[in-house]
Nanobody, 123 residues
Framework: QVQLVQSGGGSVQAGGSLTLSCVVS????????VGWFRQGPGKEREFVGAITQNGDHTHYIDSVEGRFTISGDNAKNTVYLQMNSLKPEDTAVYFC????????????????WGQGTQVTVSS
């Protein structure tokens, strides 16, 4: 059984940085697409970015491109979401997810989900 356990997050002022971690157990994370999603207050969950199998490619939504970076550590079987230059609109619960698919932005295609972690950015 594949499990994803998240850590990191917290509160930061605008312009600050945070790193989220997603530890994958039960299978090598490099076998999957690992995506990051977020759900802000009163909003639907949205795709943030993803890293494809074997870390070949990363994808980001426009609003985080250049500020967020997704990377993986094979030895720790962990995927990271490094978030820099944070803005108040980045405030949300962030989720990591894993699956095998081509269309990485579609959350319904992900099979396994982390528990979510809160990120709060104050102005």
């Amino acid at each position: 059984q594949v499990q994803l356990v998240q850590s990191g997050g917290g509160s930061v002022q605008a312009g600050g940085s945070l790193t989220l971690s997603c530890v994958v157990s039960g299978r090598a994370f490099s076998d999957y697409v690992v995506g990051w999603f977020r759900q802000g207050p009163g909003k639907e969950r949205e795709f943030v970015g993803a890293i494809t199998q074997n870390g070949d490619h990363t994808h980001y939504i426009d609003s985080v491109e250049g500020r967020f970076t997704i990377s993986g550590d094979n030895a720790k079987n962990t995927v990271y979401l490094q978030m820099n230059s944070l803005k108040p609109e980045d405030t949300a619960v962030y989720f990591c997810a894993a699956g095998v698919m081509v269309w990485v932005r579609i959350e319904q295609l992900y099979d396994f989900w982390g528990q979510g972690t809160q990120v709060t950015v104050s102005s």
